[in-house]
């Protein structure tokens, strides 16, 4: 059981060039979602899902997209990069049916924009 | 919209001492809270949480939590802190259990030999 897992662990893009961040579980957890962590800040919602096929925005989705073609997948999409995109990105994700409410949540991606 | 505040930026305790953890909320109904801790370069881990019932819960590694509704604080406690708690420690609400999760902005827990 690997629980969430997410590629690349590392990435540097220079403005303007798009890349796809990965996340996978295989617990079969209807919900997962997308957070970006940053000094100061703690951390935001980006994009969220509550199953294949539904997705939502959360705080702060501008410049991302993303989509949920399988339960086990939930990719985040830079469209064009930009400094301010320069953070760790982590992904969670969590049952909906149960009382456990607990997030589990992936070892992160560090991204760096220049 | 709800919103966590933790206050303090660093924590600093001898091992073996207690030590809290301050965090307050702001939600509209009942509140769904969390601690969550974060250890260098890793992603977060759950610790406890507060849904209903007993204002004392209790967690993983020994920390537990005490939920104050008057004062809508959600303190995060161990009575005897150890060298490996240090870490960064968040404070998380969500209006529904598991959506939509907003974190605090964390606090940095230092715990001395």
């Known amino acids: 059981n690997a629980g969430v897992t997410q590629t690349p662990k590392f990435q540097v893009l220079k403005t303007g060039q798009s890349m796809t961040l990965q996340c996978a579980q295989d617990m079969n957890h209807e919900y997962m979602s997308w957070y970006r962590q940053d000094p100061g800040m703690g951390l935001r919602l980006i994009h969220y899902s509550v199953g294949a096929g539904i997705t939502d925005q959360g705080e702060v989705p501008n410049g991302y997209n993303v989509s949920r073609s399988t339960t086990e997948d939930f990719p985040l999409r830079l469209l064009s990069a930009a400094p301010s995109q320069t953070s760790v990105y982590f992904c969670?994700?969590?049952?909906?049916?149960?009382?456990?409410?607990?997030?589990?949540f992936g070892p992160g991606t560090r991204l760096t924009v220049t | 919209a709800q919103s966590v505040a933790q206050p303090e930026d660093q924590v600093n305790v001898a091992e073996g001492n207690p030590l809290t953890v301050k965090c307050t909320y702001s939600?509209?109904?009942?509140?769904?809270l969390f601690w969550y801790v974060q250890y260098p370069n890793r992603g977060l881990q759950f610790l406890l949480k507060?849904?209903?019932?007993?204002?004392l819960v209790k967690g993983s590694y020994g920390f537990e939590a005490e939920f104050n509704k008057s004062q809508t604080s959600f303190h995060l406690k161990k009575p005897s802190a150890l060298v490996s708690d240090s870490a960064l420690y968040f404070c998380?609400?969500?209006?529904?259990?598991?959506?939509?999760?907003?974190f605090g902005t964390g606090t940095r827990l230092l715990v001395s030999p």
């Open positions: 507060y849904i209903t019932g007993d204002n």
């Open positions: 939600v509209s109904g009942n509140p769904y």
């Open positions: 969670a994700s969590s049952y909906t049916g149960s009382s456990s409410y607990e997030q589990y």
């Open positions: 998380a609400v969500s209006p529904t259990g598991f959506q939509k999760l907003v």
